[in-house]
C-alpha cells in the first residue's frame, strides 16, 4: 500500500475508537460503583474512576488517564487491524478487477 490516504485514515479512527472506548469505559466505571469509597481501572489500566468522601460528607469523583502507554498501546493496536482490514479490501479489489479483465 503506498497511499498515504490509507495511512491517514487509519490513523484517524484509531484515534477517535480510542477516545471512545476510553470515555465509554469511563462511564462505565463511574455507574458500576456502588461504594462511597472505590477506585476502579479499565481498558486494560489506562483509565480510572475514583469515588471518596470529602470533609463536608459529600463524595468526590475523580477520573481520567492511569496510564498512558497503555492507552497508546490500545491505539496502536486498532490501527494495526484497520491497516490489515484496508490491506484485504484493498487486495480483494485489485483481483475482482483482474477477474473482469
Given amino acids: 500500500m503506498k497511499n498515504p490516504k490509507v495511512y491517514l485514515t487509519s490513523l484517524i479512527i484509531a484515534i477517535i475508537a480510542t477516545l471512545t472506548l ?19 481501572t479499565g481498558l486494560f489500566g489506562s483509565v480510572y474512576f475514583r469515588a471518596a468522601p470529602n470533609p463536608q460528607g459529600n463524595i468526590d ?14 491505539a496502536a493496536a486498532i490501527f494495526a487491524f484497520t491497516l490489515l482490514v484496508s490491506a484485504i479490501y484493498f487486495r480483494l479489489k485489485a483481483y475482482r478487477a483482474s477477474l473482469i479483465q
Fill in 22 to 40: 476510553a470515555t465509554g469505559t469511563i462511564l462505565i466505571l463511574m455507574f458500576s460503583v456502588h461504594d462511597e469509597s472505590a477506585y476502579r
Fill in 61 to 74: 469523583a475523580t477520573m481520567g488517564v492511569a496510564s498512558l502507554p497503555r492507552l497508546g498501546i490500545v
